[in-house]
């Protein structure tokens, strides 16, 4: 079974998920769950994978954005519905100026296959979407755009 056809894990919210099940000791699922339902959905190979790479920068990552219902996104996002928040293998990544320029080296090194770069506007509004999704009708990868 590749990594893309991993099952995700969901649960109804990110408070039943305990220590003894969460294997990634650089994130926390309160700060990977959708910030409108408190719902978390994650794919463990996309979870290794982040931590793969927070473990190569060297440096904590603050996820600004992980997990988002289909709903929330809807709400937040020109990506609507389906967007590859709402999948469990993407999140957005707070950082700006050179911790960034080198977060996207690392991070195509690593396997991302979608990277988004916000790198301008207020810096604590700075960051880097980072997805490991396959290509697919309508989602060329790999892929690089800015906002």
């Known amino acids: 079974m590749s990594e893309s056809e991993q099952p995700s894990e969901s649960f109804a919210s990110f408070e039943n ?49 992980g997990y988002r219902s289909p709903a929330y996104n809807a709400r937040v996002s020109s990506t609507g519905a389906d967007g590859p928040h709402t999948s469990g293998r993407a999140v957005d990544i707070a950082i700006a100026g050179a911790d960034a320029f080198w977060l996207l080296g690392l991070a195509l090194e690593h396997g991302f296959t979608g990277i988004g770069v916000r790198q301008s506007g207020p810096w604590d509004g700075r960051f880097l979407h980072l997805d490991d999704l396959e290509e697919a009708p309508g989602r060329p990868r790999p892929r690089l755009w800015s906002y």
């Open 17 to 65: 998920v305990t220590r003894e099940i969460w294997p990634w000791p650089n994130f926390s699922p309160a700060e990977l769950a959708c910030k409108g339902s408190g719902r978390l959905v994650i794919a463990p190979a996309f979870m290794d994978r982040l931590q793969r790479l927070r473990d190569a920068f060297g440096e904590p990552l603050r996820v600004s954005s």
